[in-house]
């Protein structure tokens, strides 16, 4: 179904410690996006991406969230101070355009103790 | 804001029934997607509609945009579709909004 790959699966680390998990985006997908999904199964959107570019992201993105995605390297999404309530899946997708159907790699389950 | 309202939140069926979920859009959805998530939290695209019925094995899934609703119909259930289903719209801001889903349980 869907060759995007996400690393690490799962990720634990403690509260103020930094997070980073990575998405590479299947071939000739120019478009990521970042959702998170917590424990009551919402999925929030984080950002998005067109090749290196921010299309859009919400106001928990600019503050404690920084992401990427560089030419020729992984797209990357780090939390710079984890809190409780990070605690997540975070999945990310891509897609051939803007509108376009999205396909998910299988997500970085984030504990954050 | 644009939302998506998901019914039901749970269903159990016995292998070889079947039965239909439905999404209600509270706004005009330029599109919509159907994923299983599995216990593994794997999302798995069932359907992607900009209008219309399609169809695929023994799913089948409607978009009416005009009346803002979409539908998928399961049929002759299979353990292997236990899991849980989202729909999720595309609004007019490129980001899918979604369903809050619906755990379907098969029993044998």
């Known amino acids: 179904n869907s060759k995007v790959i996400q690393t690490p699966r799962y990720l634990v680390k403690g509260q103020g410690q930094k997070a980073k998990m990575r998405c590479i985006p299947e071939k000739g997908h120019p478009v990521v996006f970042w959702y998170q999904q917590n424990k009551n199964n919402e999925f929030k959107f984080l950002i998005n991406f067109q090749n290196q570019e921010v299309l859009q992201q919400i106001d928990m993105t600019e503050k404690r969230f920084s992401a990427e995605c560089p030419s020729n390297s992984p797209c990357s999404l780090e939390i710079q101070s984890s809190e409780a309530g990070d605690s997540a899946l975070y999945l990310c997708?891509?897609?051939?355009?803007?509108?376009?159907?999205?396909?998910f790699g299988p997500g970085t389950r984030l504990t954050v103790l | 804001g644009d939302q998506v309202e998901q019914s039901p939140s749970a269903l159990s069926l016995h292998e070889g029934t079947g039965s239909a979920l439905r999404c209600n859009f509270t706004?005009?959805?330029?599109?919509v997607q159907w994923f299983q998530q599995n216990s593994r939290g794997s999302l798995i695209n069932l359907f992607y509609l900009a209008s219309g019925t399609k169809e695929n094995g023994r799913l089948k899934s409607t978009f009416n945009s005009k009346e803002s609703y979409s539908t998928l119909h399961i049929r002759d259930a299979q353990l292997e579709d236990s899991g849980t289903y989202f729909c999720?719209?595309?609004?007019?801001?490129?980001?899918?909004?979604w369903g809050s889903g619906t755990k379907l349980i098969i029993k044998p």
């Open positions: 706004t005009t959805m330029r599109a």
């Open positions: 999720a719209a595309e609004a007019g801001n490129y980001q899918l909004i």
């Open positions: 997708a891509s897609s051939r355009d803007r509108y376009a159907e999205q396909f």
